[in-house]
C-alpha cells in the first residue's frame, strides 16, 4: 500500500517561479519608470511566451499546465537585452522556449537555460551592450531578495560571483557600481541557480561556476561572452549529472516542524483495552534464561515500527562477539507526529529503569544510554545517562542513532546487533518490564492519535488487532476516514476493516495532503539533499515512472529508510518516497 | 435534470461509479475532495486489474451500504447499464462529470425511474484556484 506524509511543505514550483517573476519585474521597474512604452514591448514578449509554452504544453500533456516559467524566460530576455528592437526579443523568447526547453522535453528536461539561450542567439544578430540592468537604487530591492534564490544552487551561484569579482579586480575595475553594472548578483543568483541546468554538486558547482564568471570577463564585456560561459556550464552540468549514481557521502541535516505539539496534562491519554495498570507489589528475582523465555513467551516486539520479535534481536546481541556491548534506549521520537514516546518517558521512568535492569542482566552492556531530543521533564537515576540528539529527522533511525551516541558509523547493510549494539525502543523497553514482572501478554499497546486539522493529539492505549476505525470514532466520531502508520512521515489511508498491527503507532484523522503529482520536476535536489541516505531520489523516481526498473540497481534504492522527507519537501507535489519503495521492493525482490 | 450545487451532495455518502486507475490522478482529486469535505466515498471500477491505493469495490454488490447518491465518471456506452444498476439499488441521485458522459435518454430513464440528475465537475463545489474560475463562469453556486 502506498505510504505518505499526511504534512507537507507549503511551496510548490509554482510558487518559487512566481516569486522569481516578481523579482525580475523589480528588475524591469527602473526601465519601466524612465521609459513607460517598454512595459508595452515586455508584455508582448511575455504574451508571446505564454502562448507558446502553454501551446506546445497542451500539445504534450493534453491538459493545461501553468506557464510561469516561461513568463520568467520572457522576463529574464527582457532584462538582458535592453534597447534592442521588438522584433529582436520577440525571435528571442521564440528561439528560448522552443529550441532552449521545448526541444529537449519541456520544464524540468532541458540541459540549457533558456533565457540565457535566447539572449545567446539574439546576441548574435544584435549588438547588446549590457549584459545587466543598468545601476539605480531602485534596483535594490530586487538585488536583495535575489539573495533568496541562491540557496537552490549556493555553490555555483559562489562560485559564478566569485569568478565576476576576480575578473573585475583583474582589470582594476572592482567597485560595488561595477558588480552592478556587470550583473553579478543577477547572474549568480538568478541566472546560476537554475535548479534545472546547473549541477547541485558543491565541489563541481563550485569550480565550473567560477570558470564561467571569471574566463567571459576576461574575453570581453559583451553579453555573448556571459551567455555561453553560462551554457557551458549547463552542458557540463548535465554531464556530471548523467554519471553521478553514488549516493551522496554527506546528505544535508533537516528539522521539520511538529505536525501537533506536545502535551504535559494527563487527561489527554486514554486507555481503550479495559486492562488494569496494576502495580506490582514485589518484582521476582529472575534469571537470565527465565527473562528471556518471559520476553519470548509474551510476545514482545519491537515497538518503534519494526515489529521485529525482541527475543531474537536481544539473542543475536548475546551471540555477538564484539567486546563491547552497548544498549541505546530509542526515545527520540524524531517523526514529528508522534508524543507517546516521550510521554512514555515522563510517566514510567521506573518501569523502563526495571527492563533495562533485566536487559543488563541478559547482556553485560559497557554503555546503556537513554537517547532523547529533549530531556526536559525526565526524571532518571544519576547514573543513567541520557543523552540528548541533535534536532533533525530522522534523528531516531536506528544507524543515524549510533552513529550519532556512539560514534560508530555501521555499513547499510549491517545488523546493529550482530554487532554488539542493542537499539530499543522505549515502549519496547516497558513492554519487557511488562512481559518479565507482570508476566502479560504484550496484547496492547500505546500510539498516538492525531487530529492533523486542529493540531492535537493525544496518547491512547490501545488493544492489539482492534479496528482502527472503531478507535479513531471513539474519540473524533464526525469522521469517517483516517490515516495510520509508523507515524506523520509514513501514513497511508486507514481501509474499513483495518487493525492494529504491530508496525501501526500512529493514527491520524486529517484532509488528504496535496499531491498533486505534477509533470514538472524543476531537478532542485531537495530530495537528494534531504534524504538522511543520500540517494538520488530524483533519478531512482524518474527509473520507477518510465518502468526502467532493471537501471536502478546502481542508485541502491534498498537503502532507502522510508523516512518520507523526498514527499514531504518536493516541491513538484510527487509522493516520491511511494516511488522509492516500489524501486527498493524491486531490488530487493531481484 | 436539477441545479447542481452543494446540496446536490447532503447524503454525506457517495458512490463513484468508474474511479479510474488510467486517469487516477484525476480520480484521485475527486475523491479526496469529497473526503475532505466530509463525504464519504464509495468507488466503484468492475475492471479485475485495476491496481488502486484505496478500497475500490469491483460491483455495488460487494458495498457495504449503498448511498443515496452517486457521482458517475464512465464511458457514455455504460451508462444505460451504469443508471438501471443504480436505479435498481436505490439510488436516488445521479451526477454526471459533464455532457460527454450522458445523452438525453439516459437523462429520460432517469426521470422515469425517478432519479434526480445533474452535471457538473465535483471539483467546482470543492476545489480551489482554476475551479472556483470554473465555478463562476458555469454559474455553479459553491
Redesign the interface.
Known amino acids: 500500500m502506498t505510504t505518505f506524509p499526511l504534512i507537507r511543505t507549503k511551496w510548490s514550483s509554482e510558487h518559487i517561479m512566481a516569486e522569481l517573476f516578481f523579482v525580475l519585474l523589480l528588475y524591469l521597474l527602473p526601465g519601466w519608470i524612465k521609459s513607460p512604452s517598454s512595459i508595452l514591448g515586455f508584455l508582448a514578449v511575455l504574451s508571446l511566451g505564454l502562448f507558446i509554452d502553454t501551446s506546445i504544453n497542451y500539445i504534450r500533456y493534453k491538459k493545461p499546465i501553468c506557464a510561469v516559467s516561461a513568463a520568467v524566460t520572457a522576463a529574464i530576455l527582457d532584462i538582458l537585452t535592453p534597447g534592442i528592437p521588438l522584433s529582436g526579443k520577440l525571435m528571442g523568447i521564440a528561439f528560448a522556449l522552443i529550441i532552449g526547453k521545448h526541444i529537449w522535453g519541456g520544464t524540468g528536461k532541458n540541459i540549457l537555460n533558456p533565457g540565457v539561450t535566447g539572449l545567446l542567439f539574439v546576441s548574435m544578430i544584435f549588438d547588446i551592450k549590457s549584459q545587466a540592468p543598468s545601476p539605480t537604487f531602485l534596483l535594490f530591492l530586487a538585488l536583495l531578495l535575489s539573495l533568496r534564490f541562491i540557496t537552490f544552487r549556493p555553490f555555483a551561484a559562489l562560485g559564478i560571483m566569485a569568478g565576476m569579482v576576480l575578473a573585475l579586480a583583474y582589470r582594476q575595475e572592482l567597485s560595488l557600481n561595477q558588480i552592478v553594472t556587470y550583473g553579478v548578483v543577477f547572474w549568480g543568483c538568478i541566472l546560476a541557480t537554475d535548479p534545472v541546468t546547473v549541477t547541485p554538486n558543491p565541489y563541481f558547482g563550485l569550480i565550473l561556476g567560477l570558470l564561467s564568471g571569471l574566463i567571459p570577463l576576461l574575453l570581453g564585456d559583451v553579453p555573448f561572452y556571459m551567455a555561453l560561459g553560462l551554457l557551458l556550464l549547463n552542458i557540463a552540468s548535465y554531464a556530471l549529472d548523467i554519471f553521478s549514481v553514488k549516493p551522496l557521502i554527506n546528505p544535508a541535516r533537516y528539522k521539520i516542524k511538529r505536525a501537533i505539539p506536545y502535551f504535559d496534562e494527563d487527561k489527554s491519554v486514554k486507555d481503550l483495552t479495559e486492562q488494569e495498570n496494576s502495580p506490582v507489589e514485589k518484582s521476582p528475582t529472575l534469571e537470565a534464561n527465565e527473562i528471556l523465555r518471559r520476553i519470548q513467551h509474551n510476545g514482545v516486539f519491537g515497538m518503534g515500527g519494526g515489529a521485529f520479535p525482541t527475543f531474537q534481536k536481544i539473542n543475536t546481541a548475546i551471540m555477538s562477539n564484539a567486546a563491547d556491548k552497548h544498549l541505546i534506549i530509542n526515545g527520540v521520537e524524531c517523526d514529528p507526529g508522534l508524543i507517546h514516546d516521550k510521554w512514555i518517558l515522563k510517566s514510567f521512568p521506573d518501569e523502563i529503569c526495571k527492563g533495562i535492569e533485566l536487559l543488563s542482566k541478559c547482556i553485560s552492556f559497557k554503555s546503556v544510554t537513554i537517547a532523547v531530543k529533549s530531556p526536559k521533564g525526565l526524571n532518571f537515576p544519576d547514573n543513567l545517562k541520557v543523552y540528548t540528539v541533535s534536532d533533525y529527522y530522522p534523528a531516531g533511525a536506528e544507524k543515524h542513532l549510533i552513529k550519532e551516541v556512539l560514534n560508530i558509523k555501521l555499513p547499510y547493510d549491517a545488523v546493529p546487533a550482530s554487532q554488539g549494539i542493542l537499539v530499543l525502543n522505549v515502549q519496547t523497553v516497558y513492554s519487557i518490564y511488562e512481559a518479565v514482572i507482570k508476566n502479560l501478554k504484550i496484547n496492547a499497546r500505546y500510539l498516538t492519535l492525531a487530529n492533523i486539522k486542529e493540531g492535537a493529539g493525544m496518547v491512547v492505549r490501545v488493544p492489539l488487532e482492534s479496528r482502527v476505525m472503531e478507535i479513531v470514532n471513539s474519540i473524533y466520531p464526525q469522521y469517517s476516514f483516517a490515516f495510520c502508520g509508523g507515524g506523520v512521515m509514513q501514513c497511508h489511508t486507514a481501509t474499513e476493516d483495518e487493525v492494529i498491527g504491530k508496525n501501526i503507532n500512529f493514527i491520524a484523522v486529517s484532509d488528504f495532503p496535496h499531491y498533486k503529482e505534477s509533470y514538472l520536476c524543476s531537478k532542485c535536489s531537495f530530495c537528494n539533499i534531504r534524504c538522511p541516505e543520500g540517494l538520488r531520489v530524483n533519478k531512482i523516481a524518474e527509473l520507477v515512472d518510465n518502468n526502467e526498473l532493471d537501471k536502478l540497481n546502481p542508485y541502491h534504492p534498498e537503502r532507502c529508510l522510508s523516512c518520507g522527507i523526498c514527499s514531504f519537501g518536493c516541491p513538484a507535489g510527487k509522493n516520491l518516497s511511494s516511488r522509492v519503495k516500489t524501486a527498493k521492493e524491486y531490488i530487493i525482490n531481484s | 435534470m436539477i441545479k447542481f450545487n452543494r446540496d446536490f451532495f447532503t447524503g ?1 455518502e457517495i458512490l463513484f461509479i468508474g474511479y479510474s486507475s488510467r486517469n487516477n ?1 484525476f480520480s484521485k482529486s475527486i475523491y ?1 475532495a469529497f ?2 469535505n ?1 463525504i ?1 466515498v464509495y468507488p466503484v471500477n468492475n475492471k479485475a486489474n485495476a491496481s488502486f ?3 475500490v469495490y469491483r460491483n455495488l454488490g460487494e458495498l ?1 451500504t449503498v448511498p443515496s447518491c452517486a457521482f458517475v465518471l464512465a464511458n457514455k456506452n455504460n451508462a444505460k447499464t451504469i443508471v438501471n444498476e443504480l436505479s435498481g439499488k436505490g439510488v436516488k441521485r445521479v451526477l454526471f462529470q459533464n455532457s460527454k458522459y450522458v445523452d438525453h435518454d439516459i437523462f429520460d430513464i432517469c426521470n422515469k425511474n425517478g432519479i434526480e440528475t445533474a452535471v457538473g465537475c465535483p471539483m467546482m463545489i470543492f476545489g480551489n484556484g482554476m475551479h472556483r474560475v470554473h465555478a463562476f463562469l458555469a454559474g455553479v453556486k459553491r
Open positions: 454525506k490522478a479526496q473526503m475532505n466530509g464519504k491505493d484505496i478500497k457495504p
